[in-house]
Every structure is written in C-alpha cells, then in structure tokens.
C-alpha cells in the first residue's frame, strides 16, 4: 500500500514553563503553518541548540506546548554538535542526550531529551485493521526512483488522530533523494 512521505527537520518541541524561560513569561506560540498531523503546527519561535563543541541557529520550535521537553535532530546535526543521541520513538527520553537550548530570553540545559526520532507511520487503528498490519511494530518501505532502496525498522505509530504519512529525518530523505509528498509503498 502506498503511503504519503513527510520530511522531518530538526525541531523542538517545549513543556511550558521551559517556553517561558527561552521567551519570557506568559508567551504564546504563534502559528506559522500547520503540519499534516492534526492538531500540530510549525510555530515562529526559533532557538538555538548549543554544546560545548558547536551550535545550530534557527531551529523551529513546534506546537502545541507538550507536557515534556523535547528535541530531534539528525545524525549529521549530532556530529556537528558532537554528541551522540540515541535513536528512539518520540517521549522515549530516559538516558537520552542533553543539551543546551537558548532562546531570545533565556536558555534551558536538558539534562535528556536530545533524541534522533525513528522511522514511523502515523496511521489510524482503523487503517491498520485495513491494511492487515494487525501485530505488527515495524514495517518495511520500499522507495522509488534514481536513489530508490528499502527502509527497515519503520515504526507503526497508532493514534486515533492521526494523518496517514511517514516521517523521515532529512538524513534517510536524502540518501533516497525523497521530499514532502513523495511517495512509499508499505511492504
């Protein structure tokens, strides 16, 4: 079955009262757009993500305001920042890697919560009744064209409001030359 593909850079998602501490008191994210899962937006709010061995500017913080604090890069933002984040499913944050996040107000230093987020379908539990995907955690995605291969170990993530599409980090979309609205088939 085909599924819709959704490239995922790096992003910050924030508890509120680390959202105050990089903004000020009482700020409100502000929508820049909405992203495909419903209820998710990309905000206007930009931080910084920093080590003691480099930083990078400009990272969006995403909404809405969650109830733990939480980043994502890619293997290639981590060498260059020169820390080493476990691969793991998005609230999966014990043992995971620290950083310092700043903000035009302040900065928060995470002792955990540095994460490079799995391969994963959001998909429906009706959707997996559906597509015969009963009992299954992971699947595999065949992509196509010039730098076409198969991606393994991709995660179903089952939510009642989800939108049917996989999440890639910009790391795997570039080794398959894939973008926003490419597509996949589900093996």
Excluded: W
Excluded at 125 to 148: C, F, H
Excluded at 160 to 181: I, Q, R
């Amino acid at each position: 079955m085909k599924v819709s593909i959704g490239v995922s850079n790096r992003h910050v998602h924030l508890k509120k009262e680390h959202l105050y501490i990089l903004f000020g008191n009482d700020y409100e994210l502000e929508k820049k757009s909405d992203l495909n899962q419903p209820g998710q937006f990309s905000s206007t709010a930009l931080v910084t993500l920093k080590t003691n061995k480099s930083e990078i500017n400009n990272v969006r913080v995403l909404g809405p305001v969650r109830s733990y604090t939480q980043v994502e890069i890619s293997k290639t933002d981590a060498y260059k920042l020169g820390i080493n984040p476990p691969i793991r499913n998005s609230g999966d944050l014990k043992n995971s890697s620290s950083i310092l996040i700043v903000g035009p107000k302040g900065s928060v230093q995470i002792e955990e919560g540095c994460i490079i987020a799995t391969r994963h379908i959001h998909i429906l539990p009706s959707q997996i009744r559906m597509y015969g995907l009963e009992g299954k955690e992971k699947v595999n995605v065949k992509i196509s064209g010039e730098k076409g291969g198969i991606i393994t170990n991709v995660y179903l993530k089952v939510s009642e409001d989800s939108y049917f599409e996989l999440h890639l980090d910009t790391d795997d979309a570039n080794a398959h030359l894939v973008k926003n609205g490419d597509i996949g088939e589900i093996l």
